[in-house]
């Protein structure tokens, strides 16, 4: 099956400072990536959707300068969280979707990425 | 809204048989999924439906009724393995961007 990376898979990071989640796809080529957050207890939130070559599509309430998307491959997404706070600890999910074939459109997901920001 | 209710936990033995509803509003429905996640990963695939009907993989079945906006998954012959939330998940995009919006999950425990 198609295999999606992040990394890192935690990261601590001081208040202010800012963090970048890369997330790739290692056999297949990924025309769009979300990006999830999930709090501990509860689902997976869609933050973005971000497609090779144009500007990501943000989620109400998610705030793009905070949160920077740049899909700038087809095997290849990255996530900046900018000027972390405490509230932004959370674990941060990729997942992609391939180019063609896909089976039943399946989102390939990453192993996610734990921030915690102290 | 985009409500998609699924129990919050459910507890079933071993060696049976457990099945977790999802019931989601049906207005822009273009299919249903179905993830587990172990506490700390990443959800994995289990199932798609689109269309009415029952889809068998293994020990694992997934069904679909479009017109009443409900779904559930079947899972038989449980193993302590089992014992992880499971996701119910809509494609409500249009013209192909495939966003997914997520149930709160099932959290279920297999008992020896």
């Known amino acids: 099956g198609a295999v999606v990376s992040q990394h890192p898979s935690w990261v601590i990071c001081k208040s202010g400072t800012s963090v970048k989640i890369e997330c790739r796809s290692l056999?297949?080529?990924?025309?769009?990536m979300f990006w999830y957050r999930q709090f501990p207890k509860q689902s997976l939130m869609l933050m973005a959707t971000?497609?090779?070559?144009?500007?990501?599509?943000?989620e109400q309430g998610v705030e793009k300068d905070k949160f920077l998307i740049n899909h700038a491959s087809l095997t290849l997404s990255t996530l900046t969280v900018t000027s972390a706070h405490p509230e932004d600890s959370s674990f941060y999910i990729c997942?992609?979707?391939?180019?063609?074939?896909?089976?039943?459109?399946?989102?390939?997901f990453g192993p996610g990425t734990r921030l915690t920001v102290t | 809204g985009q409500n998609i209710d699924q129990p919050t936990e459910m507890t079933a033995t071993e060696g049976a048989i457990v099945q977790i509803n999802c019931t989601y509003q049906?207005?822009?429905?273009?299919?249903l999924f179905w993830y587990q996640q172990h506490a700390g990963e990443a959800p994995t695939f289990l199932s798609y439906?689109?269309?009415?009907g029952l889809e068998e993989k293994g020990r694992f079945s997934s069904f679909l009724s479009r017109s009443k906006g409900y779904s559930y998954l079947l899972l038989k012959e449980l193993q302590m393995k089992d014992s992880a939330s499971y996701l119910c998940?809509?494609?409500?995009?249009?013209?192909?961007?495939?966003?997914?919006?997520f149930g709160k999950g099932t959290k279920l425990s297999v008992i020896p």
């Open positions: 439906n689109v269309l009415d």
């Open positions: 998940a809509v494609d409500y995009s249009g013209a192909g961007s495939y966003q997914l919006t």
């Open positions: 049906t207005s822009g429905f273009n299919g």
């Open positions: 971000s497609n090779e070559g144009s500007k990501a599509t943000y």
């Open positions: 056999d297949f080529q990924a025309t769009t």
């Open positions: 997942s992609a979707r391939e180019l063609a074939g896909a089976e039943g459109n399946e989102q390939y």
